[in-house]
């Protein structure tokens, strides 16, 4: 009768223990380093898991600066008037943001004494502003330069630093083709560079940009890729827009064109960051689970301490399950909200790192990422919801599988032994 006052009583109880003050030291000191571990883990999963999200999207913009997210791909050479009807046809569909024709070549760049392999690019720099950003990564020059028959390039860094050439200087171009007997032969030609530009990624920075008619004009028998690069509003939905682009290029083209988006390209660099976030997640995840076996032996010495309790409890007429279930709910409590708390802090840090990072580096007098080895020396964080509703989940399912032997232990404990000597 006395214990129908309080119902639930399984939760009354295991509230009351929670915040009982009269468990051992030793008891206590368990309890809070369990709690502490829990939310730190969560936390610490939280940030890294955010600030590894944030690198892959400044990756992913970073690669496709001066790529695009999809082409089309003639195996031979295709007429201009071909891929201009082409790309009329792509620049209807729906999520397209501009076409523009290109042709990529491999050549050898030389300035006297040096010479270095490079890819040669044809673009129409009228729409290649709808394709890429070069605009926004030159650092000698100009881009309208690319007239047709200036003979002008824009080269990347890389191969202005290795050559030694500036906006003015002349370099030589080098490349190989075949006769219509199958010989090879080699075309040269002179170049003005009329441009610099830094892209911060190495095969973007061994880039030689040039007028797509001269490119033609230069190798006109050359075998290389040719077609059309597609830009999309959203570089995330590339995969969504990719089923339009390919019945668009079969519709008009037929089935001689390859069609390929930036998924497929870059497929090595992501499938590597995919692969490093799930094992740093499970290791991150340790923490938790290390957290969680003190929450079981904090339960157990709070089992062993309470028998005295639960005989009575037993006496008073409880069952073996509402025992099971008052520990189930001591051990939950305390380790939700150590959930709870590593969440909330996790967020904070994840959400603030561009104000964090930069706190830190001014205060230590050290810096995160070395301006001489990074070409970003800023941490981004992007965090994805997703994946702060699984790291809960598991956080939480860690917690509650931690309970379960201790509660089990406390509920197959016999009044009578308890009681014995007392």
């Known amino acids: ?86 790309g009329q046809q792509l620049q209807r569909l729906p999520g397209v943001a501009g076409v523009a024709p290109y042709m990529d070549l491999t050549a050898l760049a030389v300035h006297e004494p040096q010479m270095v392999p490079v890819l040669l690019r044809g673009i129409d720099p009228a729409l290649e502003g709808r394709i890429a950003r070069v605009r926004l990564l030159l650092q000698e020059g100009s881009l309208s330069a690319l007239m047709p028959g200036s003979d002008a390039v824009v080269v990347g860094a890389t191969i202005a630093d290795e050559l030694g050439v500036h906006t003015g200087d002349a370099i030589t171009l080098l490349v190989e083709t075949a006769t219509p007997g199958g010989s090879p ?21 061994n880039m030689v940009l040039a007028n797509l008619a001269d490119v033609r004009a230069f190798v006109p028998q050359a075998q290389g890729a040719s077609g059309l690069r597609v830009r999309f509003n959203d570089a995330l939905k590339t995969v969504q827009y990719m089923p339009a682009v390919r019945a668009a ?12 988006d930036w998924t497929q390209d870059q497929a090595d660099y992501f499938h590597a960051i995919r692969i490093e976030k799930t094992m740093m997640a499970l290791i991150l995840l340790l923490i938790v689970a ?5 929450i079981v032996a904090m339960l157990v010495m709070v089992v062993n301490e309470k028998r005295t309790d639960i005989a009575i409890l037993r006496t008073l007429g409880a069952s073996p399950r509402t025992i099971l279930q008052m520990f189930l709910t001591q051990g939950v409590a305390i380790g939700w909200f150590g959930v709870a708390v590593g969440v909330a802090l996790g967020l904070m840090l994840a959400l603030n790192v561009s104000s964090i990072v930069p706190a830190l580096e001014s205060a230590f007098h050290f810096q995160f990422l070395s301006s001489q080895v990074f070409y970003n020396t800023a941490i981004p964080s992007v965090v994805h919801w997703p994946e702060v509703g699984w790291i809960c989940a598991a956080a939480l399912l860690l917690t509650l599988a931690s309970t379960i032997y201790p509660a089990l232990r406390a509920a197959a404990t016999p009044p009578a032994d308890a009681l014995r000597y007392e």
């Open 185 to 205: 032969t080699s075309s040269l030609r002179r170049f003005q560079v009329a441009g610099v530009f830094e892209a911060g990624i190495q095969d973007d920075d």
């Open 1 to 86: 009768m006395a214990l129908s006052m309080f119902q639930p009583l399984s939760l009354f109880v295991g509230l009351r223990y929670v915040r009982s003050r009269q468990h051992k030291f030793f008891v206590s000191l368990i309890t809070w380093v369990s709690l502490v571990g829990v939310a730190l883990g969560v936390a610490a999963l939280i940030v890294v898991l955010s600030v590894m999200n944030g690198f892959a999207g400044e990756l992913r913009d970073r690669l496709l600066l001066l790529d695009a997210d999809a082409r089309i791909v003639d195996p031979g050479v295709a007429p201009a008037s071909a891929d201009r009807a082409l």
């Open 249 to 260: 290029v079969l519709r008009v083209a037929g089935s001689s064109y390859q069609v390929r």
């Open 290 to 294: 290390v957290a969680a076996f003190n």
